[in-house]
């Protein structure tokens, strides 16, 4: 892990996985504002992570938004299951999806971007999000790589944050 405070505003890259031991979970929050939490990096989440994550994430001051950026899959998986995951102040701005091909078995992964992909409803109306459509370069360009998830499922979290 790393992080940079600039101007009220911390920055963290998580390289590795979330767990009892995950740095971030143990920083202060004095004179910041924000969070940019950069988890492209992030291996896996193991049970005592989501746990520690829960907990960490109840004590961040609701005026300190956390901006969650380049998500392992399992981010927004678990922000759609565990209640307290993603607090009203915790926005996921991107994450990681994965597809793959009926056919041949290639896996393709994609990243889904807020306001590009998928936006957030505030409990309102129906999530809104956009699947890219990959093609196989392996068998065929009439071959579609199909969601290696349940889409209703992984985006349940748009509905449960604020805007």
């Known amino acids: ?90 926005i996921i701005e991107s994450f990681f999806v994965n597809f793959v091909c009926p056919n041949c078995e290639l896996e393709f992964t994609s990243e889904m971007k807020e306001s590009e992909q998928f936006k957030r409803t505030n409990g309102v109306d129906a999530p809104w999000f956009k699947l890219p459509e990959p093609i196989c370069n392996k068998c065929s360009p009439e071959t579609k790589l199909e969601p290696d998830f349940f889409p209703e499922k992984l985006f349940a979290f748009l509905k449960t944050v604020g805007s």
């Open 1 to 90: 892990m790393s992080y940079v405070d600039k101007e009220g505003i911390r920055t963290i890259t998580v390289e590795g996985p979330i767990g009892e031991t995950t740095d971030f979970f143990l920083l202060p929050f004095f004179s910041i504002k924000e969070i940019h939490l950069n988890l492209e990096k992030a291996t896996y989440m193991n049970s005592v992570g989501v746990k520690h994550w829960v907990n960490w994430a109840a004590k961040v001051p609701t005026a300190l938004k956390v901006i969650i950026k380049k998500a392992p899959h399992m981010i927004a998986s678990q922000a759609s299951m565990v209640v307290g995951f993603l607090p009203k102040n915790f």
